[in-house]
């Protein structure tokens, strides 16, 4: 059974580093698009950066500069290295996984909070 789970979140200062990973089992990433996605109360999940399959990497205006999502397919595991976190950035944080067939797949997610 396909399952994806994070790791990696936590409280940090602003200014600090953190790295998400995703670790899947039951499928193979290589040709999948990966995504980490994150929300918090009362909004809408919203997209950080996602690697399509394929096709350029893309992020959102708010983290670019500052995060780098990366994937390692020998490990079968995408990362999101997170640099110079703002208060702003506090959410749960998503992986999403999207097969050629257009299944979609998330992981239970992860909380970051930046805070001092």
């Known amino acids: 059974q396909e399952k994806l789970v994070e790791s990696g979140g936590g409280l940090v200062q602003p200014g600090g580093s953190l790295r998400l990973s995703c670790a899947a089992s039951g499928f193979i990433l290589d040709d999948y698009s990966v995504g980490w996605f994150r929300q918090i109360p009362g909004k809408q999940r919203e997209l950080v950066a996602a690697?399509?399959?394929?096709?350029?990497?893309n992020y959102a205006d708010s983290v670019k500069g500052r995060f780098t999502i990366s994937r390692d397919n020998a490990k079968n595991t995408p990362y999101l290295q997170m640099n110079n976190l703002k208060p702003e950035d506090t959410a749960v944080y998503y992986c999403?996984?999207?097969?050629?067939?257009?299944?979609?797949?998330w992981g239970q997610g992860t909380q970051v909070t930046v805070s001092s």
């Open positions: 690697i399509p399959s394929g096709g350029r990497i």
């Open positions: 999403h996984v999207q097969t050629p067939w257009r299944n979609d797949y």
